[in-house]
C-alpha cells in the first residue's frame, strides 16, 4: 500500500463520530419520552394530528393494548397495504398527475420488486431514477414508504424493549400509536429540518419539467431535476436509501456539497444510534444502552478505517502507468474510479461503510469499483446482519436478538440459567431468536447460489473473473439483510432479478419482525426475576467483549465461504498484477 | 384475537392520513420553503447567458474535449457523456482490463493535446466520477491543463491560472470535503462569459 489515511481524513473521521455520538443523548432522550407517551416541545405542535388520527381510525391509545399476535396482524396488514397502493401507483404512472417528463407505467415485475424493496425498508434500485419514476411515484408512492417503513421498524423495537420492561402483562403497546407517533414526532420533524438544510446547499425542489442546456462545446444537455430535497432526507433518515436519481448521493442535484453531504451521512447512523439511548431510558437501565452502543462501535470503527485505508491506497493496475495517486493539499489520490472530487476517498467510504453498517443502502460513490478488500468492508458490514447501528428500529432489535443469544452461551458456559434484564431466557425465546438470526443467512447463501447457477443470473453479471460473483453476492446480500445498496454494475432489472430479490426482502423483513414479536410477547408475560450474586451483568466490559465475540463469529461461520471465492480471490488476482 | 375487519379501519386510516401528510403536504412545504429561501438552488443552480437562454448548471458538470477549455472527470453516461438525464457511474471493477483501457484512453487524449507535458498525471483525470455528471476537478488535475489552455488560446498561462483560482473552493468549513476546481466556471471565464 503506497499510502495510508491523511491528516485530514483523520479528522473528518473524528469529527463524524464526534457528532454522531454527541447527537445520541438528546436524540435518544426525545425518543423514549415520545414512546412512553409523554409530552415533548413537539406536542403542542402536532398533537392535535395525533389526535384526529385515533379518532378517525377509532383507536383508543390509552385503552387498545395488543397483544403479540394482535400487534403482528396489525404490522403485517398495514404492509400489505401499502404494498399494494404502492404496486399499483407504479404501475400506472402514466395515468398519474406530476409526470412532465411522460413516463411510462413501470413493468409488473419491477413494480413488484419496487413495492417490495420500498415496503421492507430495503430501498433497492432496480429502476433508474431520473430515467424511470414520476414526481408522483417519487413523492407519493416512494416518500411514504420512505417515512413508513421505518415507522414500522420502530414500532416493533418499541413492541419488543415494553416486552423486557412489563412485567406478567399479556399486551405489548399499540402498533399503530407507535407508528403514528414514530411518523409525525420522530421522523417528520427531522425531515424537514434536513431538507431545507441540503435546499440551501443546492439539492433541487421543483415540479417543473427537466431543463435542456445549450452547453460550451455547443450541444444541447439535458438535466433533469424534481421534488429531490424532500425524498433525500427522509431517504436518508428512515434508513431507507432510494435515490431521487440512478446514482443516488453521488449525483450533485442530491448531494452538492462536502457539507450538504456530511448532513446526509450524519442522518445515516443517527437515529440508529440514538436509539440505544432510549432503549436505556426505556428498561430503565442506562447502561444497558450505552455498552450495546459500545459494542456496535467497536465493531464499525475498525472496518470503517480498513476501508478508508485501502481506498486511499489507490488501483496498484495503475502503478505502470504515468499517473499520480498520492494524495496531497491538491488532489484526493487514491482509488478515485467511481468517486466524486469533492468527497474524494475519506467521505466516499466513509458514506460506504455507514450506509452498509445502518440498512440504508444509499451511496455517494459507486461501490463496484472499490479495491477487492475496500469493497469488501460494505459487504461484510451488511452480512452481520444491519444491526452495528442498523436500520431504524430493525437494526437495534436485531441487535437485540444477538444479546438475547450471547446471554444464552454465556449461560450455558457458567452452567446457570440466562437472564436478560430480569427475564429468564428459555426455549421459546432461543427457537424465535434462532429463526431471526438464520433466515437472512439461509436467504444469501441459497439465493446466491441459484444466481450464480442459472443462465438468467449469471446474465446479469457485468465485470469478469472473481467480482462478477462478488457482484452477485452483494446483490442478495443487499436483499436477504435489506440494505438496498448494490455493485450497480449487475443488471438488476430483470424478471429473474426483480423476482428473486424481491421474494428475499419480504422473507428478511418480515420473518425477522414475526419471530421479535413473539419474542416480545414471551418476554412481556414473564415475572421479572430479581438480581442476585448469579446474574451475569450485561452492561460491563466483559459482556461487550463477549457480545462482539458471538456477532464476529456469527458472521463470519457463515459467510467466510462466500468472502474468500469474491473479494479475497481477487485481491489476489490484483496484486500478483 | 381481535378479527382482520377491525384491523382494516386503522390500517386504511392511518395509510390515507400519512399519504396525504407525508406525500402531499411535506413535499409541498419543503417546496414552498425552498423556491421562497433558496430559489437558485431549488431551480438546480442554473447559469443563464445574457439573452436568458439556459447555458447549463453550476452543478452539473458538462462534456469537455476541445484543447482550449479545461476538461473534467470521465464520464460513463449513456449514450453520451455528460447525460444528465440518465445519470451512472462506469461500474468498472478495480480488475476489469476495461478500466484500464478507459484509463489509457484518457492517458492518450491527454498526451495527444500536450505532448510536451511529462508530469504524472493526477488520478481524478483519469478516472470516471460516481454520477457521471461530476461538476469539478482537482486543483493538481486543474494545474496539470495550463500549458495546454494557454497555449490552445495564446494567452499566458498567468491568465489560465487566475481563472482557475477564482473557481477553486477549498474544503468546507475547513475541514470537509477536498478543494476542487468547478470545470464549467473556469470555461465560462475563460471564455469571458463570467467575471
Same mark, same amino acid.
Given at each position: 500500500?503506497?499510502?495510508?489515511?491523511?491528516?485530514?481524513?483523520?479528522?473528518?473521521?473524528?469529527?463524524?463520530?464526534?457528532?454522531?455520538?454527541?447527537?445520541?443523548?438528546?436524540?435518544?432522550?426525545?425518543?423514549?419520552?415520545?414512546?412512553?407517551?409523554?409530552?415533548?416541545?413537539?406536542?403542542?405542535?402536532?398533537? @392535535?394530528?395525533?389526535?384526529?388520527?385515533?379518532?378517525?381510525?377509532?383507536?383508543?391509545?390509552?385503552?387498545?393494548?395488543?397483544? @403479540?399476535?394482535?400487534?403482528?396482524?396489525?404490522?403485517?396488514?398495514?404492509?400489505?397495504?401499502?404494498?399494494?397502493?404502492?404496486?399499483?401507483?407504479?404501475?400506472?404512472?402514466?395515468?398519474?398527475?406530476?409526470?412532465?417528463?411522460?413516463?411510462?407505467?413501470?413493468?409488473?415485475?419491477?413494480?413488484?420488486?419496487?413495492?417490495?424493496?420500498?415496503?421492507?425498508?430495503?430501498?433497492?434500485? %432496480?429502476?433508474?431514477?431520473?430515467?424511470?419514476?414520476?414526481?408522483? =411515484?417519487?413523492?407519493?408512492?416512494?416518500?411514504?414508504?420512505?417515512?413508513?417503513?421505518?415507522?414500522?421498524?420502530?414500532?416493533?423495537?418499541?413492541?419488543?424493549?415494553?416486552?423486557?420492561?412489563?412485567?406478567?402483562?399479556?399486551?405489548?403497546?399499540?402498533?399503530?400509536?407507535?407508528?403514528?407517533?414514530? #411518523?409525525?414526532?420522530?421522523?417528520?420533524?427531522?425531515?424537514?429540518?434536513?431538507?431545507?438544510?441540503?435546499?440551501?446547499?443546492?439539492?433541487?425542489?421543483?415540479?417543473?419539467?427537466?431543463?435542456?442546456?445549450?452547453?460550451?462545446?455547443?450541444?444541447?444537455?439535458?438535466?433533469?431535476?424534481?421534488?429531490?430535497?424532500?425524498?433525500?432526507?427522509?431517504?436518508?433518515?428512515?434508513?431507507?436509501?432510494?435515490?431521487?436519481?440512478?446514482?443516488?448521493?453521488?449525483?450533485?442535484?442530491?448531494?452538492?456539497?462536502?457539507?450538504?453531504?456530511?448532513?446526509?451521512?450524519?442522518?445515516?447512523?443517527?437515529?440508529?444510534?440514538?436509539?440505544?439511548?432510549?432503549?436505556?431510558?426505556?428498561?430503565?437501565?442506562?447502561?444497558?444502552?450505552?455498552?450495546?452502543?459500545?459494542?456496535?462501535?467497536?465493531?464499525?470503527?475498525?472496518?470503517?478505517?480498513?476501508?478508508?485505508?485501502?481506498?486511499?491506497?489507490?488501483?496498484?493496475?495503475?502503478?505502470?502507468?504515468?499517473?499520480?495517486?498520492?494524495?496531497?493539499?491538491?488532489?484526493?489520490?487514491?482509488?478515485?474510479?467511481?468517486?466524486?472530487?469533492?468527497?474524494?476517498?475519506?467521505?466516499?467510504?466513509?458514506?460506504?461503510? %455507514?450506509?452498509?453498517?445502518?440498512?440504508?443502502?444509499?451511496?455517494?460513490?459507486?461501490?463496484?469499483?472499490?479495491?477487492?478488500?475496500?469493497?469488501?468492508?460494505?459487504?461484510?458490514?451488511?452480512?452481520?446482519?444491519?444491526?452495528?447501528?442498523?436500520?431504524?428500529?430493525?437494526?437495534?432489535?436485531?441487535?437485540?436478538?444477538?444479546?438475547?443469544?450471547?446471554?444464552?452461551?454465556?449461560?450455558?458456559?457458567?452452567?446457570?440459567?440466562?437472564?436478560?434484564?430480569?427475564?429468564?431466557?428459555? =426455549?421459546?425465546?432461543?427457537?424465535?431468536?434462532?429463526?431471526?438470526?438464520?433466515?437472512?443467512?439461509?436467504?444469501?447463501?441459497?439465493?446466491?447460489?441459484?444466481?450464480?447457477?442459472?443462465?438468467?443470473?449469471?446474465?446479469?453479471?457485468? #465485470?469478469?473473473?472473481?467480482?462478477?460473483?462478488?457482484?452477485?453476492?452483494?446483490?442478495?446480500?443487499?436483499?436477504?439483510? #435489506?440494505?438496498?445498496?448494490?455493485?450497480?454494475?449487475?443488471? %438488476?432489472?430483470?424478471?429473474?432479478?426483480?423476482?428473486?430479490?424481491?421474494?428475499?426482502?419480504?422473507?428478511?423483513?418480515?420473518?425477522?419482525?414475526?419471530?421479535?414479536?413473539?419474542?416480545?410477547?414471551?418476554?412481556?408475560?414473564?415475572?421479572?426475576?430479581?438480581?442476585?450474586?448469579?446474574?451475569?451483568?450485561?452492561? #460491563?466490559?466483559?459482556?461487550?467483549?463477549?457480545?462482539?465475540?458471538?456477532?464476529?463469529?456469527?458472521?463470519?461461520?457463515?459467510?467466510?465461504?462466500?468472502?474468500?471465492?469474491?473479494?479475497?480471490?481477487?485481491?489476489?488476482?490484483?496484486?500478483?498484477? | 384475537?381481535?378479527?382482520?375487519?377491525?384491523?382494516?379501519?386503522?390500517?386504511?386510516?392511518?395509510?390515507?392520513?400519512?399519504?396525504?401528510?407525508?406525500?402531499?403536504?411535506?413535499?409541498?412545504?419543503?417546496?414552498?420553503?425552498?423556491?421562497?429561501?433558496?430559489?437558485?438552488?431549488?431551480?438546480?443552480?442554473?447559469?443563464?447567458?445574457?439573452?436568458?437562454?439556459?447555458?447549463?448548471?453550476?452543478?452539473?458538470?458538462?462534456?469537455?474535449?476541445?484543447?482550449?477549455?479545461?476538461?473534467?472527470?470521465?464520464?460513463?453516461?449513456?449514450?453520451?457523456?455528460?447525460?444528465?438525464?440518465?445519470?451512472?457511474?462506469?461500474?468498472?471493477?478495480?480488475?476489469?482490463?476495461?478500466?484500464?483501457?478507459?484509463?489509457?484512453?484518457?492517458?492518450?487524449?491527454?498526451?495527444?493535446?500536450?505532448?510536451?507535458?511529462?508530469?504524472?498525471?493526477?488520478?481524478?483525470?483519469?478516472?470516471?466520477?460516481?454520477?457521471?455528471?461530476?461538476?469539478?476537478?482537482?486543483?493538481?488535475?486543474?494545474?496539470?491543463?495550463?500549458?495546454?489552455?494557454?497555449?490552445?488560446?495564446?494567452?499566458?498561462?498567468?491568465?489560465?491560472?487566475?481563472?482557475?483560482?477564482?473557481?477553486?473552493?477549498?474544503?468546507?468549513?475547513?475541514?470537509?470535503?477536498?478543494?476542487?476546481?468547478?470545470?464549467?466556471?473556469?470555461?465560462?471565464?475563460?471564455?469571458?462569459?463570467?467575471?
Amino acid at each position: 500500500m503506497s499510502q495510508f489515511i491523511t491528516g485530514n481524513g483523520w479528522l473528518q473521521l473524528a469529527l463524524y463520530m464526534a457528532v454522531l455520538l454527541a447527537c445520541v443523548v438528546p436524540l435518544g432522550g426525545y425518543m423514549a419520552r415520545v414512546f412512553q407517551g409523554e409530552k415533548t416541545f413537539m406536542s403542542p405542535v402536532l398533537g @392535535w394530528l395525533e389526535k384526529l388520527t385515533y379518532t378517525i381510525c377509532g383507536v383508543d391509545p390509552d385503552k387498545d393494548d395488543m397483544s @403479540w399476535k394482535d400487534y403482528a396482524i396489525a404490522t403485517m396488514v398495514f404492509s400489505a397495504i401499502a404494498f399494494i397502493v404502492l404496486y399499483f401507483i407504479l404501475v400506472f404512472q402514466n395515468l398519474l398527475p406530476f409526470n412532465p417528463q411522460k413516463l411510462p407505467g413501470l413493468t409488473p415485475d419491477l413494480s413488484f420488486n419496487t413495492a417490495a424493496s420500498f415496503v421492507t425498508n430495503t430501498n433497492w434500485q %432496480a429502476y433508474g431514477g431520473e430515467t424511470t419514476m414520476s414526481y408522483f =411515484s417519487q413523492m407519493v408512492g416512494l416518500t411514504v414508504q420512505n417515512f413508513i417503513s421505518p415507522a414500522v421498524g420502530l414500532a416493533v423495537l418499541v413492541a419488543l424493549i415494553r416486552g423486557l420492561s412489563r412485567k406478567e402483562s399479556t399486551g405489548i403497546g399499540n402498533f399503530w400509536v407507535d407508528m403514528v407517533r414514530a #411518523n409525525i414526532y420522530v421522523l417528520l420533524p427531522l425531515a424537514l429540518i434536513v431538507a431545507i438544510l441540503l435546499g440551501s446547499q443546492g439539492v433541487v425542489q421543483t415540479f417543473d419539467a427537466y431543463v435542456t442546456a445549450h452547453t460550451l462545446q455547443g450541444i444541447d444537455q439535458t438535466i433533469a431535476v424534481g421534488p429531490a430535497a424532500s425524498q433525500v432526507a427522509i431517504k436518508q433518515l428512515g434508513t431507507n436509501g432510494g435515490g431521487f436519481f440512478n446514482v443516488n448521493s453521488a449525483h450533485p442535484l442530491e448531494n452538492p456539497t462536502p457539507l450538504a453531504n456530511f448532513i446526509e451521512v450524519l442522518s445515516i447512523l443517527l437515529i440508529p444510534a440514538a436509539l440505544c439511548y432510549t432503549f436505556g431510558v426505556m428498561v430503565k437501565d442506562k447502561r444497558q444502552g450505552w455498552s450495546i452502543l459500545a459494542a456496535m462501535t467497536i465493531i464499525f470503527v475498525p472496518l470503517l478505517i480498513f476501508c478508508v485505508a485501502m481506498e486511499q491506497g489507490g488501483n496498484p493496475n495503475f502503478a505502470a502507468l504515468h499517473i499520480d495517486q498520492m494524495a496531497s493539499h491538491l488532489q484526493p489520490g487514491g482509488n478515485m474510479e467511481g468517486k466524486e472530487t469533492r468527497f474524494g476517498i475519506t467521505n466516499s467510504a466513509l458514506w460506504a461503510s %455507514a450506509t452498509t453498517a445502518a440498512s440504508n443502502g444509499s451511496v455517494n460513490s459507486m461501490h463496484d469499483s472499490y479495491t477487492p478488500l475496500g469493497g469488501m468492508v460494505p459487504l461484510l458490514l451488511m452480512k452481520f446482519g444491519e444491526i452495528i447501528y442498523g436500520g431504524v428500529g430493525s437494526g437495534l432489535y436485531g441487535m437485540l436478538v444477538m444479546v438475547i443469544l450471547t446471554v444464552f452461551i454465556a449461560g450455558l458456559m457458567v452452567g446457570r440459567t440466562p437472564e436478560y434484564l430480569g427475564k429468564k431466557i428459555q =426455549s421459546f425465546e432461543i427457537k424465535m431468536a434462532s429463526i431471526a438470526m438464520l433466515v437472512p443467512g439461509i436467504l444469501v447463501l441459497i439465493g446466491t447460489a441459484i444466481a450464480v447457477m442459472t443462465k438468467d443470473g449469471q446474465a446479469g453479471i457485468y #465485470n469478469p473473473g472473481a467480482h462478477g460473483f462478488s457482484e452477485v453476492l452483494y446483490a442478495v446480500t443487499s436483499a436477504g439483510n #435489506n440494505n438496498g445498496s448494490a455493485f450497480a454494475g449487475l443488471s %438488476a432489472n430483470t424478471p429473474f432479478y426483480n423476482s428473486l430479490l424481491g421474494i428475499c426482502m419480504l422473507f428478511s423483513r418480515f420473518w425477522i419482525i414475526i419471530p421479535t414479536l413473539a419474542l416480545a410477547g414471551a418476554l412481556a408475560a414473564k415475572k421479572t426475576v430479581p438480581e442476585s450474586a448469579g446474574t451475569l451483568p450485561t452492561h #460491563n466490559v466483559l459482556f461487550i467483549a463477549t457480545l462482539v465475540g458471538v456477532i464476529v463469529i456469527v458472521t463470519v461461520l457463515t459467510y467466510v465461504p462466500t468472502l474468500a471465492l469474491g473479494p479475497v480471490v481477487e485481491h489476489f488476482n490484483m496484486i500478483k498484477g | 384475537m381481535k378479527s382482520l375487519l377491525s384491523t382494516l379501519r386503522p390500517a386504511i386510516g392511518t395509510t390515507v392520513l400519512l399519504t396525504v401528510l407525508l406525500g402531499g403536504v411535506y413535499p409541498m412545504v419543503t417546496t414552498g420553503i425552498l423556491q421562497l429561501g433558496f430559489k437558485a438552488q431549488a431551480q438546480g443552480s442554473l447559469i443563464r447567458d445574457s439573452d436568458g437562454k439556459v447555458i447549463g448548471s453550476r452543478l452539473i458538470g458538462q462534456n469537455f474535449d476541445q484543447p482550449q477549455y479545461l476538461w473534467g472527470r470521465l464520464s460513463a453516461t449513456g449514450t453520451a457523456p455528460y447525460n444528465g438525464g440518465a445519470s451512472s457511474g462506469s461500474n468498472l471493477g478495480a480488475n476489469n482490463p476495461a478500466l484500464m483501457d478507459a484509463v489509457k484512453g484518457r492517458i492518450e487524449a491527454l498526451q495527444k493535446a500536450d505532448p510536451l507535458n511529462a508530469r504524472p498525471i493526477p488520478v481524478d483525470l483519469v478516472t470516471a466520477s460516481g454520477s457521471g455528471l461530476d461538476p469539478e476537478i482537482s486543483p493538481a488535475a486543474a494545474d496539470y491543463q495550463v500549458g495546454r489552455i494557454a497555449q490552445a488560446r495564446g494567452i499566458g498561462a498567468a491568465v489560465v491560472k487566475s481563472a482557475i483560482a477564482k473557481s477553486t473552493r477549498q474544503r468546507d468549513l475547513g475541514v470537509l470535503g477536498e478543494p476542487r476546481v468547478n470545470v464549467l466556471e473556469v470555461n465560462l471565464r475563460l471564455d469571458g462569459k463570467l467575471k
